[in-house]
């Protein structure tokens, strides 16, 4: 069983930077560096979207159109943890933050950081 911690959330006024984090435990076998893993977001009334994804292996990384130069994922292999360095923050950013993970074929989530980003 696998579960995925995130951290970082908070209130921060438009302009500002947070800095996310995802730590995953319980499995021996389990790592982002061989899993990958994504970001989506969810705002109230909203549905989730896909931030920014980080794929096994080499590393390729997808993002959003609306977070593109913005957001930043990257995988601490050593830590077992992803993060989401995200600047030039907006009130649209505002969301809960979920990290998941594909593993033996099941998705896997956290239970998500809030992010609230004031004018």
């Known amino acids: 069983q696998v579960q995925l911690v995130e951290s970082g959330g908070g209130l921060v006024q438009a302009g500002g930077s947070l800095r996310l984090s995802c730590v995953a435990s319980?499995?021996?076998?389990?790592?982002?560096?061989?899993?990958?893993a994504s970001w989506y977001r969810q705002a109230p009334g909203k549905e989730r979207e896909l931030v920014a994804s980080i794929y096994p292996g080499g590393g390729n990384i997808n993002y959003a159109d609306s977070v593109k130069g913005r957001f930043t994922i990257s995988r601490d292999n050593a830590k077992n943890t992803v993060h989401l360095q995200m600047t030039s923050l907006a009130p649209t950013d505002t969301a809960v933050y979920y990290c998941?993970?594909?593993?033996?074929?099941?998705?896997?989530w956290g239970q998500g950081t809030q992010v609230t980003v004031s004018p």
């Open positions: 998941k993970s594909r593993y033996w074929g099941r998705d896997h």
């Open positions: 319980g499995s021996a076998t389990f790592s982002f560096a061989l899993n990958g």
